[in-house]
């Protein structure tokens, strides 16, 4: 009987050891059907992602943002770096247009849901801000965002509503939307930095 309680011991021990952790990480995470670390070539042709090139972020990044109706959202941003033949994605937007007032409202709903899928070990939770897009010199146009960081891996998701001025909406083509940005640890430092 001691014997079974020291070999009963030693294999639960060994289990125990062995046994996998798993931590999150911000490619585990789908937006639109779209990963970190997927290639875009795995879902649009080089000529597409040419076709709807953005600047937005040169000489090291590269964008393409395509539209689309999947899974709800109106239009995907794929972010790779310029000099990547393969177009690993670091960085992902989906939005779903939809008016600033509104999106407020479904923010909170999206990241308490969010909130669920995860425990404080693996993820920072950051409180909601405002800020003025930098984009629009007339300081109008505005972001409220919640940030949720990885810790395994220092990737970022970030919820967002982006209110648009109605001038500079009607200037550059924008809706408002509420915004999917998943980002890879080093793409997140580059927006830093910027």
Same mark, same amino acid.
């Given at each position: 009987?001691?014997?079974?309680?020291?070999?009963?011991?030693?294999?639960?021990?060994?289990?125990?050891?062995?046994?996998?952790?798993?931590?999150?990480?911000?490619?585990?995470? %789908?937006?639109?059907?779209?990963?970190?670390?997927?290639?875009?070539?795995?879902?649009?042709?080089?000529?597409?992602?040419?076709?709807?090139?953005?600047?937005?972020?040169?000489?090291?990044?590269?964008?393409?943002?395509?539209?689309?109706?999947?899974?709800?959202?109106?239009?995907? %941003?794929?972010?790779?770096?310029?000099?990547?033949?393969?177009?690993?994605?670091?960085?992902?937007?989906?939005?779903?247009?939809?008016?600033?007032?509104?999106?407020?409202?479904?923010?909170?709903?999206?990241?308490?849901?969010?909130?669920? %899928?995860?425990?404080?070990?693996?993820?920072?939770?950051?409180?909601?801000?405002?800020?003025?897009?930098?984009?629009?010199?007339?300081?109008?146009?505005?972001?409220?965002?919640?940030?949720?960081?990885?810790?395994?891996?220092?990737?970022?998701?970030?919820?967002?509503?982006?209110?648009?001025?109605?001038?500079?909406?009607?200037?550059?083509?924008?809706n408002d939307n509420l915004r999917f940005s998943i980002r890879s640890k080093s793409y997140a430092n580059f927006l830093n930095r910027r």
């Amino acid at each position: 009987m001691l014997l079974m309680k020291k070999l009963l011991g030693i294999v639960v021990l060994g289990l125990l050891l062995s046994f996998k952790v798993y931590a999150a990480k911000i490619s585990d995470f %789908q937006v639109a059907g779209f990963s970190i670390g997927d290639s875009a070539l795995d879902f649009y042709t080089k000529k597409e992602l040419a076709d709807n090139y953005e600047g937005w972020h040169e000489p090291k990044y590269g964008a393409s943002e395509i539209k689309l109706n999947k899974d709800g959202f109106d239009d995907i %941003q794929l972010m790779y770096k310029l000099k990547d033949p393969k177009f690993i994605i670091e960085g992902i937007s989906a939005l779903q247009y939809m008016d600033g007032k509104e999106c407020l409202n479904v923010l909170e709903s999206e990241a308490a849901a969010i909130e669920k %899928q995860f425990t404080p070990k693996d993820v920072k939770f950051y409180r909601k801000k405002t800020f003025k897009h930098n984009a629009d010199k007339s300081g109008k146009s505005k972001v409220t965002s919640i940030k949720i960081k990885f810790k395994s891996d220092k990737g970022v998701l970030i919820i967002g509503c982006y209110d648009w001025s109605t001038s500079y909406a009607a200037k550059m083509g924008y809706n408002d939307n509420l915004r999917f940005s998943i980002r890879s640890k080093s793409y997140a430092n580059f927006l830093n930095r910027r």
